[in-house]
């Protein structure tokens, strides 16, 4: 019942949409998180062995910080439901 109810969520949301026959499969996990909610984790596993290394490291958070002053315009990725 979990699993529908977040799948259909994350339809709704435009954040994830039903494949037939994807290339690669990836399963799906169900956590009980302490506030007795749960939360949907994929196992990436067979997907992270297979996929090519990015040797690229992220940028530096002092640098972002300072490049946006005296901009007006700014962008925020809210990604709390998408880790553990």
């Not at 977040?6 to 954040?15: F, P, S, T």
């Not at 530096?60 to 553990?84: I, K, N, P, T, W």
Request: aromatic share 12%; charged share 30%; with cysteine.
């Amino acid at each position: 019942m979990a699993i529908r109810e977040e799948v259909e969520e994350l339809i709704k949301a435009r954040a994830t949409r039903e494949l037939q026959f994807p290339e690669w499969i990836a399963n799906v996990v169900i956590v009980k998180k302490s506030n007795g909610k749960w939360r949907m984790c994929t196992d990436f596993t067979n997907l992270n062995k297979a996929y090519a290394k990015d040797y690229y490291p992220l940028p530096c958070l002092g640098r972002l910080v300072d490049g946006s002053a005296g901009h007006e315009v700014f962008d925020f990725l809210d990604a709390s439901r998408g880790y553990h």
